[in-house]
């Protein structure tokens, strides 16, 4: 409603439009549309971040990619870090590495330019937009770059299982950012086809997976010429983030 706290002390008078408001945001909810959706914004990180129809809601589980880029920037003896990411959203993971680390700039790719906006003006909200370039693309098509740290956290739900998942993520998650085909694998065979000539020579490659598809993964990036360097768990303890390098050939 947009009102200080003082005023709930008050004898409070609440216009019939501000009532009629209220139940419509608590009937939104009920039907199942997450509060993030309603408020606009979701915390991921440390910061705040904007949300439309066409992100995904950022999940915390999505954290472990952050923190695990950050350690990894660490061993890099070069100054600048340069990063990239697949499938951008909100920017919630690219803009908080940006935000963390101090000597580095980004690229954020999406496929779709209103997600981009929104990234953009995350960017902006956070203070990291001289930091980031942002691009309209399906996955790498139409653009060439070395980067020392990639991340992506596709869409990776297999088709048939996007109906069973909660109302908050079947209905108002955008599909093109769930979907990953029948067995989940689709996206992650497009990506890994080009992905090592964009890694520079000790880059880290790091993906957002469902727990069950580890070794499909791994077998996926094995055929492309890259390694398993280590996998993250998430939050609760499940295995959700795989870190690969180009294999080193003696
Ligand atoms: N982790 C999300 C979920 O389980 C899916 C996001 C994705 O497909 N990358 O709803």
Known sequence: MNIDDKYLLSDIKVSKRKQDEFFSIIKDRANGKPVSRIIKKRNFWNSEFCINDSTLDPRPDSEVLVSSGIELAKIFIKKEINILELGVGSGCILLSLLKEIHFSNG??????????MVAKKNACNLNVE??????VSNWTNGFKGNFDLIFS??????SDDIKNLQIEVSKFDP????????????????IFK?????????????LEIEPCLSKHVVSIAKSNDLELFSTQNDLSGQKRCLIFQKLKKN
């Open 107 to 116: 690229i954020g790719v999406d496929i779709d330019f209103n997600t981009v």
């Open 130 to 135: 001289k930091k980031v370039k942002f691009l």
């Open 153 to 158: 956290n596709p869409p990776y739900i297999k």
């Open 175 to 190: 599909i093109i950012a769930l979907d990953g085909g029948k067995d989940g694998l689709s996206c992650y065979k497009k």
């Open 194 to 206: 080009n992905i090592k000539n964009y890694m520079s020579n000790n880059a880290f490659f790091l």
